[in-house]
Each structure stands twice: as C-alpha cells, then as structure tokens.
C-alpha cells in the first residue's frame, strides 16, 4: 500500500477516543492563532487588517475544500508555490529605491537579519510581507491537521512561531500560548492513536501550567520581545531603552534617573545631542524601519538654509551610540569606518565605544525663521507622507477627535505643532512614577493619565500631530548636559531624553519638545546631588568634581534669522532643557522610584487620588489564569475538586421547589452519609433493604424515615412540602451531628 493511499486511508479512519480529534484541531488552531496574531499586529501597525484577514480566510478555506483531495506532496508544493508568489508580491511592491538595493547579498543579509532580531515592523512593506507569508503555512498546517498528521502540523506552526520569536515580534506570552497549544495538539494525537482518555489532558494540563508560571518569573525565551510575565522588582532600565540605538523602543512604566557620566561633548554651539529617531508607532512603542548603509564619506544636509556645528565627542563610559547634533553630514575618527547610516538621516556604531574613545561630527544645523515656517505647505513628498503619517488601524477615534478639538482651527502645520505642543505642557503633569498603561500610549496618556515623562508626551504629540495630516517623529538622545566651561558640556545618564521632529517643507525636521522643563530640572539636581551625598562613583568628571550642583544648561532662545523652530512660542528652546527621564543603571547608587527628596515633590500619582483599585497588568493576569487552570486540573487529578463538591453538596440542599424532587434529594445525601460510615448501596439492592441492611448496626429513626419519604415521593404518589421539609430537616440535623469524616448518628 502506497503512502499516499495510507494517508487517506488514515485520514478517514475513526477515532479510538472520542472528542481526541476535536482537541488535537483546536491545539493546532491555538498555534496558528499565535503567529497569526503577530502578523496581524503588522497589519494593524502599517494598514491593510481587512485585507489581511481575507488571505488568512481564503488559506482555511483552500486546505479545507482541497484537505480530502490532495496528497501530501501535492500540498508540499502549493505551499511552496504560495510562499513564492507571495515573495514576489513583495518585491514588487517595494519602492524603487528600495529595489534598487536588493541585490542576492541584501536579501541573504535581510534573512539573517530577520533570524537574528529584526523586527517584521522594520520592514518597508511590512504589511504585504505579512500577506505574504501568511498563506503558505496556515494552508499545510490546517491541511496536514485535517489529515490527522497533527505531529507535522504543529512543526509547521512551531518553525512559523519560531521565526517571530527570533525576530523579536512574538511576545513571551505569544509564545508560551503557542507552546501550550502545539503541545496539547500532540497530546490529543498521541491520546486517538493509542487510546489514552481525554481526562489525562488534566496531566497536560499540570505540566503546562508549571511550566508558565515557572517561564513567567525568569525569561527563558531566546529573542523574545518584552518582559518576563511577572514585573521585575525595581524600575526597568530606561536609558538603554531610549538611547542605546536599538530599533525598537517599548514604553514602560516607572523609572529611575542614572548620574552616572556617559560622554563630554566639546561643540562650537549648545545643542541636543541626537542618537535616533523612530518613524513607525506600534501603539505601544516605536520601531525604526528600513535597511542601513555603511557609512562612506558625507552625507546629504538639511534642504534649505544651515549652519556648521563642529562637535568633538569623548566617551566617558562605554556606549553603543553617536550622538550629535541634527543634522550629521560627515564623521571623524576610528569609529567612522565601523559606522552605518540609518534610513532616517541618523548615525550609529556597529561597535560599541570605549571609555576615553573620541570622534568629531559635524552638523549642518537648519536655519529659518517662524514666518518661514507659517509659511510651509503641506504638499510633502509621497515618501514623507506615507512614513511619517503612519498610525495604527486600532488608534481609538477619540484621539483623533481630541487631536482636532486642541489644534483642528489652526491653519498651519507650525501652529498645530505649537497648539498641541502647548497643551501637553498645560495639561499633563511630568512624573517619573507611573503605571505601564495598556493598549495605545497615546490614548492612555491623553485620557487615563495625569502624569508622565518624556516618553508619554513625545509619543502622544507625535500622534496627536498625524491624527492632523502634519509629519512628525519620535526622536530620542540626550539634552545639552552641565556647561563646565564655554563650549564644553558633561552629559550623564540623567539627561537621556525624548523628544518630536515635525516635517516642514524646504526646511525638514524641526524639533519640538512637550515635556514641562521645570520638574526635570528638579528632578535632575536633586538626583545628583543625592549621588554626590552618597558618593556615588562616575558622577563627575575632573571639571565637575569641585563645582556645586549645577542649574541645568540652557539653550539659548533664538532669533528669527537663526532660530529652532521652538523657540518664543513654548518650545523646547523656549527656556531651560530639562533633565531627562532615564534610568538609572542597576548598580548600588541607583535610588528606587520615590526614594530621592525632590523627585516626589515633582510627581503625581497616575489617575489621580482615585480609591478604585487597578486591575493588574495584563500578563500577570493572564500568568494567574494560567496558574489556576493548572491548580483546578491538579484539583481534579487528586480529587480534591470532588471531594470539595461533596463537602458542600452534602451540607446544604439548596432552593426547595419540588418536594418529591426535594425528598429525593435529601435521601440522596443521607444515603452519601451512610456510605462513608458503613458501605455504600450494592447493585441491586433496593434503598429499603439498604436501609435494614444497615440498620442492623443501630440507626436513629431519622434514617427509616427519610428513606420511607423518598419511596413515596419516588414510587408512590409524591409527598407534601411538610413531608419533605422534614426529611430535608432530618438529614440537616445527622450531617451537623456527622464528625468531618461522618462521625455517629446514634442518638439513644
């Protein structure tokens, strides 16, 4: 007999255990779903989710219909054929820009990136790639579990999972519940093949739950994007994860701020110190997209007016990171031949820096004047517009709402930037102690929120400003530092920063910066000198050891013929840079959140002084459902479920409707009474001669009586409600008079 036969034969053979089949299908389905879920993130994040959910519909369908026609080597090849032609969808829909650089050598450098960590989100077609990828294995895996192949169902799933979590997009939730299911789905198949019954998923059950919650506390999961399912104690590490040149940024809840010394920066002019900027929103975080290229010579500058900055930048600590003024065109040093250009104009090391390391960037600062900027049209360039508008599908309406209530009568994309700039300033309270929202950062921090840092006000204006047609990107780095002396700035953890850059025609990217100056700057000399108090070690330099806690430097405001685009009206330059919001390295010195005199008095509590108490984080409350599903499964492999029903079973009769129903019932649990004491009722032997049989020990009279009441209301003609109140009493009375166990019910 061929293979082929075979497996139809099999697949058309019946189950040795009932309901096995179905469990095995929903495992695969659970599987499926985990990976589909991630691809439907992408779509929701870069548009196309009706789109998406067709194809994914169409491949159910096509293996269904094709599932009892098909061999298995058939099905090999339409899969690859769907994997093929989806490729080339995505390659013809990629820019041409982008075409031009997919050369054999970029693809393969694309494969290993994406098996290495690359996010699906960095991708410039992200959504077609999501499309395209999708159909091939959701076709054979739902093919092969239909033929009952389950075991190959799940390694196609699990290779598919397997691809997200080492490109970092599937969560460690995603993939434990992708775990849980193909493990299920093998369990079920094992149970039809030889037999077992489906009341052994309870074991399943156990061993996957101890194995959660075991993966909840510590991350075992290699590549896999976000947190252990159980907060960590303490704050996370915030610097790292806004300036470390990572592609992709997280938003999370409370931090700490780190004194620590990363770099000095000598530079004919005072600036923001710029490491990265992200262009594509996820809802709950940022991701820079696109390819980047090795650094080889200048780089193109600012499309209108500039002028020259010259910055000399001397590592202090090791670091991962370039940062310079906007705009960087040419690059000095060693580290210039191990340096690469992003797609969003910035520079970062392929190495990192060690202390006392030293490189010069120079800068092509834009020049323009307000007037200038009012005067920008908002015809952008087609790559801008579909780069830089970008929001999720899922964004809430009311943010959009919002975004026009606070900034949709201003005519100009300048205003609208200062209108919603300005509200943020006015309405938002700046705190370093805050609970990681869920969902949509910006909807959270606009409508749940009454405090945040610079990442919350970043994010929600670099929203707010899409909702209304106006470019805008996330950009993170460092604020001037401490001016040790002219033209020379110390710069420490503390002043890692967020901040926008809105678009504007024949000028570029113009910085804004919406989070309130004055409880940064608070927040920042109070941290230090509490470092310097405790003696902290890397918090000063040989120019800063001997100077007295420095008021944060300045920016100066600028003028209409050289100025950034926020000054005068509420920008970032209008006024004092601020301390930013980083954290503070996980070392002795780093204070818990609350713990520094000062940062309190610059904080508010999230929500408000409302008493209700918040539900806990998501994870952690599916980490908990999780742990008592495996408690109830552990309960009712030891009987202990049982054993519980009984308990209360036994003690209360519950509602009285019926009393024949209601006599039967007492009877019942006398006759549950009578087998924990003596024995329970033989097969065949009538409730009459139980009771005599029994009775020889010596009973109370209680006991004939409610098995008399129970033979009339079972085989006579009913009882009355008295009659079977008393015999529900009767019962009441021997259970109270019973020891735990049973006890005696003796009374003469």
Request: net charge negative; charged share 20%.
């Amino acid at each position: 007999m061929s293979a082929e036969t075979g497996d139809r034969l099999g697949s058309l053979s019946p189950d040795r255990t009932p309901g096995a089949r179905a469990v095995a299908l929903v495992g695969v389905l659970v599987l499926t779903g985990t990976y589909l879920s991630v691809l439907y993130h992408v779509t929701d994040v870069v548009g196309g989710r009706t789109a998406f959910l067709a194809v994914v519909a169409g491949a159910f369908l096509f293996a269904t219909l094709l599932g009892r026609f098909l061999g298995v080597r058939v099905a090999v090849v339409v899969t690859a054929a769907l994997l093929a032609g989806g490729f080339g969808l995505y390659v013809f829909t990629l820019p041409r820009s982008q075409l031009e650089l997919l050369t054999p050598g970029r693809i393969l450098a694309d494969t290993v990136a994406l098996l290495t960590g690359l996010s699906v989100l960095r991708l410039t077609g992200a959504s077609v790639w999501a499309m395209a990828i999708a159909p091939g294995p959701v076709f054979l895996s739902w093919y092969l579990a239909l033929r009952r192949r389950y075991v190959a169902a799940v390694a196609v799933g699990g290779v598919t999972l397997t691809l997200f979590v080492l490109t970092g997009d599937a969560g460690q939730l995603t993939t434990l519940v992708g775990v849980v299911g193909g493990t299920v789905a093998v369990a079920a198949a094992t149970f039809e093949r030889y037999g077992a019954g489906v009341a052994q998923v309870d074991v399943v059950t156990i061993l996957l739950a101890a194995m959660i919650v075991s993966a909840g506390t510590v991350s075992v999961v290699p590549g896999a994007e976000g947190a252990p399912l159980l907060p960590n104690r303490g704050s996370p590490t915030m610097e790292a994860n806004l300036v470390d040149a990572q592609d992709r940024i997280g938003v999370v809840g409370s931090i700490r701020l780190s004194p620590k010394v990363r770099f000095t920066v000598n530079s004919s002019e005072q600036s923001y110190w710029q490491t990265a900027a992200y262009d594509r929103y996820t809802g709950d975080g940022w991701v820079r997209t696109g390819n980047t290229n090795p650094y080889s010579g200048r780089l193109r500058g600012p499309p209108g007016a500039s002028e020259t900055i010259e910055q000399t930048v001397t590592a202090k600590d090791t670091i991962s990171i370039l940062p310079s003024a906007w705009r960087p065109v040419e690059l000095e040093g060693d580290v210039a031949s191990d340096a690469e250009v992003t797609q969003q104009g910035g520079i970062r090391p392929t190495r990192s820096l060690d202390s006392g390391e030293q490189y010069t960037v120079t800068s092509q600062k834009p020049l323009y004047t307000t007037e200038e900027l009012r005067r920008s049209g908002t015809d952008y360039p087609d790559a801008i517009a579909e780069q830089y508008l970008q929001l999720p599908d899922s964004t809430p309406d009311r943010v959009r709402r919002k975004a026009d209530e606070i900034a949709g009568d201003e005519n100009t994309p300048y205003d609208k930037a200062v209108a919603i700039e300005t509200y943020l300033e006015e309405n938002k309270q700046y705190s370093l102690s805050v609970s990681q929202p869920s969902g949509n950062t910006a909807d959270a921090f606009l409508f749940e929120m009454d405090a945040g840092y610079c990442v919350y006000y970043a994010t929600t204006m670099v929203v707010l400003l899409r909702s209304e047609g106006v470019p805008a990107r996330f950009v993170t780095g460092y604020t001037p530092g401490e001016e040790t002396d002219e033209g020379n700035y110390v710069v420490r953890g503390l002043d890692s920063h967020a901040w926008v850059e809105v678009y504007f025609e024949d000028v570029g990217w113009v910085r804004f910066d919406p989070t309130p100056s004055s409880p940064r700057e608070t927040a920042e000399s109070t941290r230090l000198t509490e470092a310097r108090q405790n003696g902290a070690e890397g918090v000063d330099t040989e120019t800063t050891q001997t100077t007295s806690t420095p008021t944060p430097t300045t920016v100066p405001a600028t003028t209409d013929s050289d100025s950034d685009a926020d000054s005068g009206d509420g920008g970032a330059d209008s006024g004092t840079p601020t301390p930013t919001l980083s954290e503070a390295d996980d070392d002795e010195n780093a204070t818990p959140p609350g713990a520094a005199p000062g940062i309190e008095t610059a904080t508010t509590e999230p929500g408000g002084s409302s008493s209700v108490p918040s539900l806990p984080p998501g994870r952690t409350l599916a980490l908990g459902l999780v742990a008592l599903a495996g408690l109830v499964a552990g309960a009712r492999r030891t009987g202990v479920t049982e054993r519980a029903y009984r308990f209360v079973w036994l003690r209360y009769q519950g509602a009285r409707d019926d009393p024949s129903a209601d006599a039967v019932r007492a009877y019942r649990r006398l006759e549950y009474l009578l087998e924990r004491r003596y024995r329970a009722r033989r097969t065949g032997e009538t409730p009459r001669d139980y009771v005599s049989a029994v009775g020889r020990v010596g009973l109370d009279g209680d006991v004939r009586r409610v098995s008399e009441t129970y033979e009339r209301a079972r085989y006579g003609d009913g009882v009355t409600r008295g009659e079977a109140d008393e015999a529900i009493a009767a019962v009441d009375r021997l259970v109270k008079e019973s020891t735990p166990i049973l006890g005696r019910f003796r009374r003469n």
